[in-house]
């Protein structure tokens, strides 16, 4: 029983003290936000290295993520405009 109480405050203490989200297009983005915001933020990057922004696809766990993200830091890729329209639909 102990340990079971253990656990569920560690993972209570995890959740309140995760740090406020932000979202950007591409990981090169993530290098310049963190030097902006430090550490006060997690940073979510939506197209994975590798894969290109003009045909990329978000799975529902990046959309998870922007969900929970405070802004998200577009490039200016046309293909952009397509998913905010869907991210403004959700």
Do not use: C, R
Not at 24 to 34: A, D, N, R
């Amino acid at each position: 029983m102990k340990k079971i109480l253990l656990i569920v405050t560690f993972l209570m203490l995890n959740l309140f003290a995760s740090k406020p989200e932000l979202t950007v297009t591409i990981l090169p983005q993530k290098y310049f936000v963190q030097k902006i915001v430090k550490d006060k933020f997690d940073i979510n990057v939506m197209v994975p290295p590798g894969s290109s922004p003009h045909n990329f696809e978000p799975k529902p766990s990046a959309m998870k993520a922007l969900f929970n993200s405070k802004a998200y830091f577009t490039i200016g890729d046309p293909s952009e405009k397509a998913w905010i329209e869907k991210f403004k639909q959700k």
